[in-house]
């Protein structure tokens, strides 16, 4: 497939006509809406002509994350371009009993099973507040007792809801838990192996082994690699809620990150974060007050298009934004298109990664997909 920037005068029946390719094509590929405006700067997946023979792709494990509040009809849409399904989240108390989503994840598990896809367990330090708490993951993995009981109500849970994998998915751990989490990892491991199933661990987008931070110094990237089956790359929130408008994943920082995880761990064992999602920040940026919006891919492009919006494309982070007004205030926007999707395909098969997982499918961008599946074919279990 090409990608093509839309230019000034352009309309889907001009761009459909100098590609030789039927208009609802150009429609459907691109998820576009009636009456099928365009923006100026807005990146086309144009299909190839009829008749042309796909190139040989290579196979790719595609996941992704999904609350269990999702859209049945938007995860009808997006099964059939999925190897696995992370169900988000299950938490965990300081005595290993598991705690559950809300609401009842049991459709998900039936659905990704029906699209012959692997419905996964992800497990989260999550506390009362739903927030990531560094002092239960090392009350609960420090402690013998609790951990086997943990380990335990994991695989009886993966067994009695018909989980096909467990995802582990820790985030500020601290310093000192850093070995201790990677035996944790281990032995989650050993026990989920022994049930015929995988286990994936998420790892914060470190640059090298001596990189300081809450997010960082508790993630022994060789250790966990090593302990787990596959490992996920965050690679994204470089521009994120609080921070100042960015690129969400800028494919210069990624490659940074994709360069010191392959030095540590075998690169058939890494899949790439990718995010569905961008976001809008109402300017001035003001650090400590200012709040960005998160945005689907799709909404990103629908307000440049209702407010006459020229999309740009930084270089460096190989990312599309613009800027708008509304109601007096100015806007910038970070998204993702099949330009910024496209350069983080091409890590994949520069380094021969794993595959992909997405944060998040709570909302469908179908331009993505389609450019997936037409890079690589898409492993089914």
Request: charged share 20%; glycine share 6%; no cysteine.
């Amino acid at each position: 497939m090409e990608i093509y920037v839309v230019k000034p005068g352009d309309s889907v029946d001009s761009i459909a006509a100098l590609f030789r390719v039927p208009v609802e094509s150009l429609i459907y590929n691109n998820q576009l809406k009636s009456p099928y405006r365009l923006a100026v700067g807005q990146a086309l997946l144009v299909p190839s002509p009829s008749g042309i023979e796909p190139l040989p792709r290579r196979s790719i494990f595609s996941g992704g994350y999904a609350y269990p509040y999702i859209d049945p009809d938007i995860l009808t849409e997006t099964l059939p371009w999925l190897t696995g399904l992370f169900v988000f989240s299950y938490g965990f108390s300081t005595e290993g009993a598991l705690l559950p989503p809300y609401p009842d994840d049991a459709f998900m598990i039936a659905m990704a099973k029906d699209a012959s896809v692997h419905p996964i367990l992800t497990l989260t330090p999550r506390d009362a507040n739903n927030a990531f708490n560094n002092v239960l993951i090392h009350e609960v993995i420090n402690n013998e007792e609790t951990v086997e009981r943990l380990v335990n109500n994991l695989v009886d849970t993966v067994l009695e809801k018909g989980f096909m994998g467990v995802d582990l998915d820790f985030e500020y751990i601290l310093p000192q838990d850093r070995l201790p989490y990677v035996d944790f990892v281990r032995k989650v491991r050993e026990a989920i192996n022994a049930i015929g199933y995988e286990v994936s661990v998420a790892l914060a987008p470190k640059t090298s082994a001596e990189q300081r931070g809450t997010l960082y110094e508790g993630k022994d990237y060789p250790g966990l690699g090593e302990a787990a089956d596959s490992v996920l790359l965050m690679t994204y929130e470089w521009g994120y809620t609080y921070g100042p408008p960015m690129a969400v994943a800028p494919i210069n920082e990624v490659r940074h990150v994709v360069e010191y995880a392959v030095s540590e761990i075998q690169p058939d064992k890494i899949n790439l974060g990718i995010p569905n999602y961008g976001y809008d920040w109402t300017l001035p940026f003001v650090q400590g007050e200012s709040r960005a919006t998160a945005i689907s891919l799709q909404h990103a492009v629908e307000l440049a298009i209702e407010n006459d919006a020229v999309i740009e494309f930084d270089q460096v982070a190989m990312s599309p934004f613009f800027h708008y007004t509304k109601d007096g205030a100015e806007h910038e926007v970070w998204f993702e298109d099949v330009r910024s999707l496209r350069e983080k395909f091409a890590l994949i098969g520069e380094y021969n990664l794993r595959g992909a997982v997405y944060w998040q499918i709570m909302r469908y961008f179908a331009p993505n997909w389609i450019l997936l599946e037409d890079t690589f074919r898409i492993r089914k279990p």
